[in-house]
């Protein structure tokens, strides 16, 4: 190829004319533009920015940007998208293209290997942009890449929209249910998991059977009947919603939403007793609620000493905390017949305290004993929904609240399945 001049048709703009050929003048495959060829270069220091134009090889096929087979072009176009920077300067991408006519899928743009249809930048700054917001805000995103944050979000958000746009729903045998908040004011999302493969599989709003609904018709009745085993909460809409469309489901509540419902109890007893506590012991109950709630062996040296003060001073608040520790070792039974019998001595432990809330929950796991001693069939790892609990209030922390519910979901996803190392480069 002829070696490209320079010539300046702006004072603030270097423009190389002529075609530079990738394999005679840069590196093959350097900049990712293959199987284009290179048609201008211009750069301007003003602006800090280069245009790079792109120029079909006609010795390559159109494709079909749906089923990429072979299609037969129809109409030229061309599109400007932005790109990665290079070397801090805003780079954007000029690429001819052609409307293709597909034998079966009718009239698509055609296939650009380096570009998605209809997106608004290359696809290694897609990747770029989901990897780094996956780590820092959309707004530190935005100024290292010297874009405005709502176009930062609108990337991610296509990028994200296509790379979870199918979630696999096959095979699917044991599955997990559980609620999210996602706004104050009592506003849930409910969460799919797949068990068997721990992952996410579904997000919908709301925390009702109309919700559960939603999933199901996604589902399938067919699949629906695979489904042997649902580890969910105590909760009623979330009982009602499973047992229609998996008949042969086993409901399973497993440890992690008992142990969450009894902090719940805790918390209430703390309370009872921090308002009949004498104004001198008042100054024990602060600052207590996750001391009564976390694992033990996870305390500091001072939070130990502040959790045993407490409990020796309040012997309501020392039985509750008691019955909870041992609460946790009934998963421990391997039979039917074992936990039943560790279930009826943990209730009448709690009848004996007096303590009302702790007598209401008795009341509670008698009612669904059932799916407690299912566990025993179906020992379920739930270690994925409190995972999820976490990484969804560290997602509304970093963010600062979502607007875009669906962008909200779509992070949501991204947390549970994130974006693998290293950061894509050019």
């Known amino acids: 190829a002829h070696a490209p001049r320079r010539t300046t048709s702006h004072e603030n703009w270097v423009i190389f004319k002529g075609v530079i ?17 290179l048609k201008q270069i211009s750069y301007s220091k003003e602006s800090i920015e280069v245009n790079v134009e792109l120029e079909r090889d006609s ?25 990665l920077l290079f070397h801090g300067w805003k780079t954007f991408t000029k690429v001819e293209y052609y409307e293709v006519r597909c034998k079966q899928c009718g009239i698509r743009v055609e296939h650009i290997p380096f570009i998605r249809p209809c997106a608004r930048a290359t696809k290694r700054l ?3 942009v989901a990897w780094l917001c996956q780590h820092l805000p959309l707004t530190v995103v935005a100024l290292y890449f010297s874009l405005n944050w709502k176009t930062v979000k609108n990337i991610d958000k296509a990028y994200l929209e296509h790379r979870f746009e199918a979630p696999g729903l096959d095979n699917i045998t044991v599955i997990g249910i559980d609620e999210v908040s996602y706004r104050k004011g009592h506003k849930y999302l409910t969460c799919v ?28 009745k067919e699949r629906g009947k695979r489904i042997k085993a649902v580890a969910i909460d105590m909760s009623k809409a979330y009982i009602e919603g499973v047992k229609e469309p998996c008949p042969h489901a086993l409901i399973v509540h497993d440890k992690f939403h ?3 419902d009894f902090n719940k109890v805790m918390d209430r007893i703390r309370i009872d007793e921090f308002k009949k506590a004498d ?27 502040r959790l045993s003060q407490l409990l020796n001073i309040n012997m309501p608040l020392n039985t509750a905390y008691t019955l909870g520790e041992q609460l946790k070792q009934r998963w421990e039974c391997v039979t039917v017949a074992q936990f039943n019998k560790a279930l009826d ?16 929950f008795a009341d509670m796991l008698k009612v669904h004993r059932s799916g407690l001693w ?16 976490r990484k969804v209030g560290l997602i509304r922390r970093k963010a600062c609240g979502f607007h875009d519910l669906k962008y909200f979901i779509l992070k949501i996803f991204q947390a549970d399945n994130p974006l693998p190392l290293p950061l894509p480069v050019p």
């Not at 840069?26 to 060829?37: D, Q, S």
């Not at 089923?67 to 129809?74: I, M, V």
């Not at 998991?193 to 589902?219: A, R, Y």
């Open 345 to 360: 001595n943990w209730c009448e432990m709690a009848y004996e305290s007096n303590l009302k809330h702790l007598m209401d």
């Open 59 to 83: 010795r390559h096929n159109h494709l079909c940007s749906v089923c990429n087979q072979k299609a037969s072009p129809e109409r030229r176009k061309e599109r400007t998208v932005k790109d």
């Open 21 to 37: 050929r990738m394999s005679a003048a840069i590196p093959k495959g350097i900049l990712g533009y293959a199987p284009y060829k």
């Open 374 to 389: 299912s566990y025993c069939l179906y020992p379920i790892n739930t270690a994925i929904l409190e995972a999820n609990n």
């Open 193 to 220: 998991f797949d068990l068997n493969d721990p992952h996410l599989i579904w997000v919908g709003l709301g925390k009702n059977k109309e919700t559960l609904s939603k999933f199901f018709e996604q589902l399938g």
């Open 126 to 128: 897609e990747e770029a």
């Open 258 to 260: 008992l142990v969450q």
């Open 279 to 305: 104004e001198e012991y008042k100054g024990f109950f602060k600052r207590t609620k996750w001391l009564l709630v976390m694992n033990p062996l996870r305390l500091k040296e001072d939070g130990k000493m």
